[in-house]
């Protein structure tokens, strides 16, 4: 299940993603957590300090803006940005100007917690032409005069170079990858980003290309292959390509279905594809401009939909 979180203030406050439930709360520090009163109630937090227990009298629109912030930090790390899919990633600095502001909002539950402060790029939000921007730069101290128009940098992706099977290709295919095996932000979202090609000349080997987004750095992320009974090991460049010798023989090689070869990309994790696939559904129930359980749609999601992507 994928989960929303936000760190406040001595406690850690969790929601399902997909469903419309209140938090589960996970008090760390009594003490920090000074603020409790105001979302479970007065007498739930006498009880807390106590150690009595006290039925939660919820003040739910505070935990709305709550869950809005954290589906702002779930964003920022998850929001699933692909070529091949035609997503558009999010303006990151747009993104973060609101997160500051909704914070700042917050400053009686978000101060000096672990999500209380969002670290802003001063030159990047002077080169934004949005109010928000001109906002997040008072936060700083930087006096801006906010311009009449919002407006925003087109941002194209280009799709990398897929591989392409030569004369000694015995299968070719594509894999998905689970989203939190790698560093976000560094690996196009679709399931088929991960492209192979099994070439057998004296012995067999696995060509294996990511689809990169832009600017990212993967050089040293971890590739495992199983092709039938063989595995193999290796790394990416920074190109996102690997080459891994199997221990095959050529005759077996070419035994090989489609459904023998898979390629798993980072760190070894439990992921559900069709946890991946909930994600997409929210992302373009949400690129329809509709708003859900996680509240209003971020100034940088509204900016997609008017740009027509």
Same mark, same amino acid.
């Given at each position: 299940m994928i989960t929303l979180a936000l760190q406040a203030r001595g406690a850690t406050l969790e929601w399902p993603l997909r469903d419309d439930t209140l938090p589960r709360l996970t008090v760390h520090d009594p003490a920090e957590a000074d603020w409790l009163h105001l979302l479970i109630g007065e007498a739930a937090h006498v009880g807390l300090l106590r150690g009595e227990d006290h039925a939660p009298a919820w003040n739910r629109p505070l935990a709305a803006r709550l869950r809005h912030l954290a589906f702002g930090?779930? @964003?920022r790390a998850w929001w699933p940005t692909s070529v091949l899919d035609g997503v558009p990633p999010l303006d990151r600095t747009l993104l973060d !100007? &609101? @997160?500051?502001l909704l914070t700042d909002d917050l400053d009686e539950i978000m101060a000096f917690s672990p999500d209380g402060e969002i670290p802003l790029d001063e030159e990047a939000l002077r080169t934004l032409r949005h109010p928000l921007a001109a906002r997040a730069l008072e936060l700083l101290g930087v006096a801006v005069p906010a311009p009449t128009v919002?407006? /925003?940098e087109d941002y194209a992706l280009v799709a990398g170079d897929r591989l392409t099977p030569g004369a000694t290709a015995v299968l070719s295919g594509t894999s998905p990858h689970a989203w939190a095996a790698v560093p976000a932000g560094r690996i196009d979202a679709s399931e088929h980003a991960v492209a192979w090609v099994l070439e057998v000349t004296d012995h067999p080997e696995l060509s294996v290309a990511v689809q990169l987004l832009p600017g990212a750095q993967v050089a040293g992320i !971890? $590739? /495992?292959a199983t092709a039938g009974a063989a595995q193999a090991a290796g790394v990416l460049d920074a190109a996102g390509t690997a080459q891994l010798s199997l221990p095959l023989e050529p005759a077996a090689a070419w035994a090989l279905t489609a459904a023998d $070869? %898979? $390629? /798993?990309i980072g760190v070894d994790v !439990? &992921? %559900?594809g069709e946890e991946r696939a909930s994600v997409r559904t929210l992302v373009a129930q949400r690129r329809t401009g509709t708003p859900d359980h996680n509240g209003p749609l971020y100034q !940088? &999601? /509204?900016e997609l939909i008017i740009e027509d992507w």
């Open positions: 930090h779930w @964003l !100007a &609101e @997160l500051a919002p407006t /925003r !971890a $590739v /495992r $070869v %898979d $390629v /798993r !439990a &992921e %559900d !940088a &999601e /509204r």
